[in-house]
């Protein structure tokens, strides 16, 4: 068995302009991007550079214009069915209730509704959310909402999970609290994370690895790098080691230039 869980190499995609369909955009151009089985990679980059783009490649929603994608060594097509994805905006079905939308993808899968609903309680006691199952998603803070949606992710004990900026919407507080619920949850299993986000401090804060992507048009790989601070963390405590300032100094200044070149192209296309 391969040592990466997922691979995406030499990955292109284009697509055509909404405006103009016979003018053509690369969003991602010739990026390969490995992730270890066990290892939690965050990817970095400007607004709107293609990193959702890739994190879609990965789990099969989007079929690249060139490149390979590979699961585990063998090159796949279709959707990922060893990912399981936490998405930005949520993904909750309001009609459902919280154990209801834990339960969802069990049933689809042909699990049983008895054994899907005692999976579903473990999981939300996992995640804190005990005794909070016959309640609906408006009835949740957006904290215990991303508590669902984690839970709904992790209870298909999936190889590999992509996360696209999960916690953006939250306050700081609930973030970090949930930073670190996902850490502890992670470190029991070490699945395979490829975690996207704009916070350079979640992502040093998290990972084993950070990948620098360029600004767009035709994003790529330009920096990579090992993060050695020692786990278990606390993203909080962790944030005022000497190492995660020398961490985030090194990284801003490749990322620092690529963030003022996507503000201006995100300025020129509001003028």
């Known amino acids: 068995m391969s040592d990466y869980a997922l691979e995406l190499l030499s990955i292109s995609c284009t697509f055509h302009s909404k405006d103009d369909p016979g003018q053509r955009y690369t969003a991602v151009a010739d990026t390969t991007l490995r992730i270890r089985a066990g290892e939690f990679v965050s990817v970095v980059g400007p607004t709107g550079c293609g990193k959702s783009t890739l994190l879609n490649v990965g789990a099969g929603l989007l079929a690249p214009s060139s490149g390979t994608v590979k699961v585990f060594g063998k090159t796949f097509e279709g959707v990922n069915a060893r990912a399981g994805y936490m998405f930005q905006t949520e993904a ?27 999976q579903a309680e473990a999981w939300l006691a996992r995640v804190g959310l005990s005794g909070f199952g016959d309640r609906y998603p408006h009835q949740l803070s957006g904290g215990m909402r991303k508590r669902v949606a984690l839970a709904q992710t992790l209870v298909l004990d999936p190889d590999i999970i992509l996360m696209d900026e999960p916690f953006s919407a939250l306050d700081i507080q609930t973030r970090q609290l949930m930073e670190n619920e996902v850490l502890d949850l992670w470190s029991a299993k070490k699945k395979a994370v490829l975690f996207i986000t704009h916070d350079l401090d979640e992502a040093i804060a998290m990972s084993d690895r950070v990948v620098v992507l360029s600004a767009g048009p035709a994003t790529h790989p330009i920096g990579e790098f090992a993060i050695d601070l020692a786990r278990p963390r606390d993203v909080a405590e962790v944030r005022t080691q000497p190492r995660f300032v020398e961490l985030h100094t090194q990284i801003w200044e490749v990322l620092r230039d690529e963030v003022l070149k996507g503000y201006a192209q995100q300025l020129r296309k509001a003028a």
Request: charged share 25%; hydrophobic share 45%; no cysteine.
């Open 92 to 118: 909750l079905m309001p009609w459902r209730s919280a154990i209801d939308n834990v339960m969802v993808g069990l049933q689809y899968r042909g699990v049983p509704d008895a054994e899907a609903r005692k």
